[in-house]
């Protein structure tokens, strides 16, 4: 199937500091990448939707001014953790998705942040 | 009441036992996911489904459409095996509604 890179892996940075991550589609061109945010035992849960060169749509109860989303291509989304606070500690998710509706997506590794 | 339940929760077995994991939803879907969660996190998509029956390997993943019902099958289970499977189905918006997971263990 297709590839996507998530990175980093992991990353631990101190409470205040800002953190971005990066999705890349290495195969095929990504027209919607979502992210995801997953705390211990819980369910993967949806943050934001991003289409190439749109704004994103967040979830209800996610703020945009922490979580900046960025798609400027059609092979890379970046989601800029801002201020971070330990609460933000948690594993965040990409997945990419080319064309639209029935379109399989594709995931990334995943990155486990950590606020200290 | 959860729009995706899965069970069982949690699933203990030996190697080599055949094992299922249900899944059964309540909205209308245009497909279903199952993925396999690591211990390091990572997820790999294993099938999408929309109707009947797909098989990868020692996996098998079937999907009933009129029950709303969907199971996962391994064959000739392996410790490596041993992961968090999760069912996602896609809804009318084309955005997933994730279950909950199903934490797998195999014991050689």
Redesign the interface.
């Known amino acids: 199937?297709a590839v996507v890179s998530q990175h980093p892996?992991w990353v631990i940075c101190k409470s205040g500091t800002s953190v971005k991550i990066e999705c890349r589609s290495l195969d095929f061109q990504a027209t919607t990448m979502?992210w995801y945010r997953?705390f211990p035992k819980?369910?993967?849960?949806?943050m934001a939707?991003s289409n190439e060169g749109s704004k994103a749509t967040y979830e209800q109860g996610v703020e945009k001014d922490k979580f900046l989303i960025n798609h400027a291509s059609l092979t890379l989304s970046t989601l800029t953790v801002t201020s971070a606070h330990p609460e933000d500690s948690s594993?965040y998710?990409c997945s990419a998705r080319a064309g639209?509706?029935?379109t399989?997506?594709?995931?990334g590794?995943?990155t486990?942040l950590t606020v200290v | 009441k959860n729009e995706v339940e899965q069970s069982p929760q949690n699933l203990t077995a030996q190697e080599g036992e055949f094992i299922t994991i249900n899944c059964s939803y309540s909205v209308g879907i245009?497909?279903l996911h199952w993925?396999q969660q690591h211990p390091?996190?990572?997820?790999?998509?294993l099938f999408?489904l929309?109707s009947g029956k797909k098989k990868h390997g020692r996996l098998i993943a079937t999907i009933n459409i009129q029950e709303k019902h969907s199971s996962l099958h391994i064959t000739a289970s392996h410790p490596r095996d041993s992961a968090v499977y999760?069912c996602?189905v896609?809804g009318s918006n084309?955005?997933?509604i994730?279950?909950?997971?199903t934490k797998l263990i195999i014991k050689p």
Do not use: C, H, N, P
């Open positions: 199937g892996s979502f997953q819980q369910s993967l849960m949806l939707t594993f998710i639209t509706g029935d399989e997506a594709f995931f590794q995943g486990r | 245009s497909a993925l390091g996190g990572g997820i790999v998509s999408m929309s999760i996602a896609k084309y955005q997933l994730w279950g909950a997971g």
